[in-house]
């Protein structure tokens, strides 16, 4: 989830408002799914915020949280949640 994250961040950075493809919201949550390869979508949950809007100069702020089920049916194991956060500084 951490990389994922990252990996958002550093899309998200190069695809602000003034890019051919600015970055939404919706298009940096499906850009974590496809760099995790291995998330269920429906145990994710992203958070992204713009500080104050997607222009160069502005922040990109992103949460995400994952409910990890553990896959073990012999051992009773309480899911947790795993959780990763980054603010970066749009460039373009």
């Known amino acids: 989830l951490g990389h994922a994250v990252y990996e958002a961040e550093r899309y ?10 600015p970055a939404t919201a919706d298009s940096i949550e499906e850009f974590i799914l496809a760099s995790s390869g291995a998330l269920d979508a429906d145990n994710l949950t992203v958070t992204v915020t713009f500080t104050p809007d997607n222009a160069a100069g502005s922040l990109v702020e992103i949460d995400a949280t994952y409910d990890f089920d553990f896959m073990t049916a012999l051992i009773p194991i309480n899911d947790i949640d795993l959780q990763a956060n980054t603010i970066a500084t749009i460039a373009y």
């Open 12 to 21: 998200a950075i190069v695809h602000g408002s003034a890019s051919s493809s």
